[in-house]
């Protein structure tokens, strides 16, 4: 790992109502306010965008 936090752990902006705490302010990631969320990203529900989540870091994972 060469910083940030490791895959399957929230970010630490990551509120409890699931809302981010930096939304609309400048210290808010630039990676974050340009993502574009696509259905195949976030699938019909919040379960299937969560295994979508698993299955991404699984195949991107270090060797
Ligand atoms: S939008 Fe970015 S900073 Fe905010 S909670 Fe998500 S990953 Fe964290």
Do not use: H, I
Not at 21 to 47: D, Y
């Amino acid at each position: 790992m060469t910083g940030g936090k490791p895959g399957g752990v929230p970010c630490v902006q990551l509120l409890p109502n699931l809302r981010c705490a930096l939304f609309g302010k400048p210290e808010r990631p630039a990676v974050c306010a340009s993502l574009r969320p696509t259905q195949e990203m976030c699938g019909g529900n919040r379960a299937e965008a969560m295994a979508g989540l698993a299955a991404m870091e699984l195949a991107t994972r270090p060797k």
